[in-house]
């Protein structure tokens, strides 16, 4: 009697792991869609990698270390934030190359790359609405605009591009502008660099020219902040004080002072790199536009293959 059972058990668990092995499992593929992959290619495929490792990611990091550092110095050290905030942004060439040169270019480090421009960016900017009040309603509008853009730009490309579609893929077809800024190259970091140029020009010049900062024309020893400054004050001699200074003490304050450059330089910079950012902001324009109108297009066709639009049409002529 134990035998038959024991025979019966094996007849049942061999039924149930047939359709197992047979089953197909799905992953996805280069262009988003799905394939049938036997367990040989799952267990072939190796150990997962550590994607937060990579190269272009470490880099990122250290970005965004850089930015945070820039950001810490901003209200105070003009030239001690300009220069940590322009080498965070030259790293964004670098770690482009450093993801061709390792084979390491993945979807995280896109979205990292992205995410960490836009927030950067805004940042100075927000800085720049404090700093000349009667344009803050400008530099809100180019926050706005760039996020807009990008945001709407990715969307469109993963829900009509695909999952494995790259947001640089621009088919002349759609946009030839926007096809030249993406896979050039030299066109991609010139537009990028000398549009992060001119706000910190504009920065700089919130330091150094009175025609823009009237508030540069006041003796520093009149302000109430100076005014506030107690003498023989407790030193803290921290390491961590050291490193990582105070921007409102009264060392830093003469420091301020003492930073107080010509405007001459943040003048022809800001020349320079004018219309290279009425350009960069035209093609958030044009992007915007065509991620707009192209989700447009996949409501349109979605909607006609469900018979929507057939359906109101009917109801009409009823």
Same mark, same amino acid.
């Given at each position: 009697?134990?035998?038959?059972?024991?025979?019966?058990?094996?007849?049942?668990?061999?039924?149930?792991?047939?359709?197992?092995?047979?089953?197909?499992? @799905?992953?996805?593929?280069?262009?988003?869609?799905?394939?049938?992959?036997?367990?040989?290619?799952?267990?072939?495929?190796?150990?997962?990698?550590?994607?937060?490792?990579?190269?272009? &990611?470490?880099?990122?990091?250290?970005?965004?270390?850089?930015?945070?550092? @820039?950001?810490? !110095?901003?209200? =105070?050290?003009?030239?001690?934030?300009?220069? =940590?905030?322009?080498?965070?942004?030259?790293?964004?060439?670098?770690?482009? !190359?450093?993801?061709?040169?390792?084979?390491?270019?993945?979807?995280?480090? $896109?979205? /990292?790359?992205?995410?960490?421009?836009?927030?950067?960016?805004?940042? /100075?900017?927000?800085?720049? @609405?404090?700093?000349?009040?009667?344009?803050?309603?400008?530099? *809100?509008?180019?926050?706005? +605009?760039?996020?807009?853009?990008? !945001?709407?730009?990715?969307?469109?490309?993963?829900?009509?591009?695909?999952?494995?579609?790259?947001?640089?893929?621009?088919?002349?077809?759609? @946009?030839?502008?926007?096809? =030249?800024? !993406?896979?050039?190259?030299?066109? /991609?970091?010139?537009?990028?660099?000398?549009?992060?140029?001119?706000?910190?020009?504009?920065?700089?010049?919130?330091?150094?020219?009175?025609?823009?900062?009237?508030?540069?024309? *006041?003796?520093?020893?009149?302000?109430?902040? #100076?005014?506030?400054? *107690?003498?023989?004050?407790?030193? &803290?001699?921290?390491?961590?004080?050291? /490193?990582?200074? &105070?921007?409102?003490?009264? $060392?830093?304050?003469?420091?301020?002072?003492? &930073?107080?450059?010509?405007?001459?330089?943040?003048?022809?910079?800001?020349?320079?790199?004018?219309?290279?950012?009425?350009?960069?902001?035209?093609?958030?324009?044009?992007? +915007?536009?065509?991620?707009?109108?192209?989700?447009?297009?996949?409501?349109?066709?979605?909607?006609?293959? #469900?018979?929507? #639009?057939? $359906?109101?049409?009917?109801?009409?002529?009823?």
């Amino acid at each position: 009697m134990s035998e038959r059972r024991t025979r019966r058990q094996a007849a049942l668990a061999a039924a149930n792991e047939t359709p197992t092995k047979s089953r197909a499992v @799905s992953e996805p593929n280069g262009n988003g869609s799905a394939h049938e992959a036997t367990p040989r290619d799952i267990t072939s495929s190796g150990p997962a990698e550590n994607i937060f490792t990579f190269w272009p &990611n470490v880099i990122g990091y250290f970005r965004i270390v850089l930015a945070i550092a @820039s950001l810490y !110095y901003m209200p =105070l050290h003009p030239r001690t934030c300009s220069l =940590l905030y322009s080498i965070s942004c030259l790293l964004d060439a670098l770690d482009g !190359y450093a993801a061709r040169y390792f084979n390491q270019s993945t979807r995280f480090g $896109a979205v /990292l790359d992205m995410v960490t421009d836009r927030c950067t960016t805004s940042c /100075l900017l927000v800085f720049l @609405s404090s700093a000349f009040p009667r344009w803050a309603i400008v530099f *809100q509008g180019l926050i706005s +605009l760039d996020f807009a853009s990008h !945001y709407i730009h990715m969307y469109a490309t993963l829900a009509m591009g695909g999952s494995a579609e790259s947001h640089k893929n621009v088919d002349k077809s759609r @946009s030839w502008l926007l096809n =030249l800024y !993406y896979t050039n190259k030299t066109v /991609l970091f010139v537009t990028c660099a000398l549009n992060e140029l001119f706000f910190i020009a504009l920065y700089l010049l919130s330091f150094s020219s009175p025609l823009l900062s009237p508030q540069l024309l *006041q003796n520093v020893g009149d302000s109430k902040t #100076a005014a506030a400054i *107690q003498g023989g004050a407790q030193l &803290n001699s921290s390491i961590i004080r050291q /490193l990582f200074t &105070n921007p409102y003490s009264a $060392a830093a304050l003469e420091m301020a002072r003492a &930073n107080k450059m010509d405007s001459t330089w943040p003048w022809i910079l800001a020349g320079i790199s004018a219309p290279v950012m009425i350009v960069k902001n035209i093609l958030n324009v044009v992007q +915007l536009v065509k991620a707009s109108k192209w989700l447009a297009e996949g409501d349109v066709q979605m909607r006609k293959a #469900a018979g929507i #639009a057939k $359906a109101k049409k009917g109801r009409k002529s009823n």
